[in-house]
């Protein structure tokens, strides 16, 4: 049981690294400009995750747009914006290439004077 165990965790690791190092390639092939090549290796992180039944680190999925597959880029392929309305305060990232808004929930920090 235990062999099994640290192969399984041995082929999870193993398959991270491989995302990292595609993650990586998509981002610079997107800064080339070529943007289908960028979504074919972004592809194939989400298709390697399946298959092996493995998490996207968080880092590299929200990295990845979710509707077009592009890699965003901060102010290349994506827009940036924070969002403070009363309680909730939130990440609006805005995909340039298809137009995709991603939300995300942030606590900001108390400023102590």
């Not at 995750?49 to 290349?76: A, Q």
Request: charged residues 30%; positive net charge; glycine residues 4%.
């Amino acid at each position: 049981m235990k062999r099994q165990s640290r192969r399984r965790n041995y082929n999870r690791d193993l398959i991270i690294q491989r995302m990292r190092i595609l993650y990586d390639l998509a981002v610079e092939d997107a800064r080339k400009g070529d943007f289908e090549h960028a979504r074919m290796l972004t592809r194939l992180i989400k298709r390697l995750s399946m298959r092996n039944r493995v998490r996207i680190p968080l880092d590299v999925k929200r990295g990845i747009c979710e509707n077009c597959d592009v890699p965003l880029i901060p102010g290349l392929t994506s827009r940036i914006r924070l969002v403070n309305d009363g309680r909730s305060s939130r990440i609006v990232v805005t995909c340039l290439v298809c137009g995709w808004m991603h939300r995300y929930p942030y606590k900001p920090s108390r400023a102590t004077s």
